[in-house]
């Protein structure tokens, strides 16, 4: 029933009052007019007063993890709201708050609520709308709350204990001729101290003997920079199209694999792993993403990488239109003899490994993670992309969808002839 309803009735009553002559209905329709006007009066007030005030437990999350925001409906008014239905237009997938609650007068209502982040991206929580009305929905009022702050899910990182770490000229090598802000053990020389530089650097022999501080400059590690190349050629990337039934633990815990349905997480699910596992080594680690602006981060290992990794990981879409092998040509160049170049990809373009190839006859370390693209679904097999690699010599490991990730990596990356399928 609405307004328009209550009045059509009303004129109904009166034409029906003066075609019988019934008084009756002069009592009925003053009635229902007396209805609808104190309908319209609460109506008017039932948003009267009304706050809402959300609060969200962190701004940042990982596919898997819950998220809680707490939200609270505050009437500052006196008199009690029947009904305020809340309506959260959030663009997370899964969050719904929303609920109908009666609040009394001078007081509030807040619940929490728990989402499960199944999609990483960046997602805004709200706007909100209120909806009340009167007794008999006769009428509503509604209005809204802008407020919408943002909250940024990262791809979730699976722990690889045992994944090989790529080296450098470790053992017999040379130290890289390049300065360092970090303790190595290859000392290259000694400089006057300046505000900023941690005690730990000072030279201590030197100090005594020239009579001023001194501090140690260090060379790099001779170990190898790793760069991680992500593939978001749109061409090769592919949904899934069959289901898993995966089963949470025995702490209620589902596997990060669960909440994966297409070649593009699971991609990006295992740069987030590799990089958060060669920096756990101390690797300097860089990554390069192909999607429709390439993305590249500077190869570091301090504090602040793997967050600069997860930031741009969580954002980034298969949506590029540069194929793998001339990606690998461009970046290629610029890697030398200390560095190892991990490929990432579901393609299964042969050019791409023979471009791999020819980085690692320049002395780059190279290796590949294979999204086998025909175990989402229908589709060709990668055995021939298998072949190409096991006769390159490139190290590489199978990442197969419905299996965990960790279990491709549960050893160090071997020539992948060990791994192939028959």
Known sequence: MNGLKVIFLIVAVLVIGQITDWGITDHLAVALFVILVAAWIWTRLSLRGISVVRRAGADRAQVGQSLRETLAVRNGGRISKLWIELMDRSTLPGHDPGRVVTVPGRSAVEWDTHTVCVRRGRFHLGPVELRSGDPLGIFTSRTEFSETPEVIVYPAVVELREVGIPEGALSGGIALERRTPYVTPNVAGVRDYTPGDGFNRISWSATARLGRLMVKEFDQDPTADVWIVLDLHQAPHRPATRPVNWVPDDRGQWPTEAWLDSTEEYAVTVAASLGGR?????????????????????????????????????????????????????????????????????????????ALAEVAQRGVGVSAVLIEPETFGSGPSSLLIVSALAAAGIPAHLVKYGEPIARAFAGPAVTILRGARG
């Open 278 to 354: 060669f920096l756990q080594e101390g690797r300097n680690v860089g990554l390069i993403a192909s999607g429709a602006h390439l993305e590249t981060i500077p190869s570091d290992r301090s504090d602040r990488q793997l967050v600069k990794i997860l930031e741009s990981l969580a954002v980034v879409r298969a949506d590029g239109a540069v194929p793998l092998a001339e990606l690998l040509v461009a970046e290629g160049r610029r890697l030398g003899r200390h560095d190892f170049m991990t490929v990432i990809t579901p393609s299964l373009d042969e050019r791409w490994v023979a």
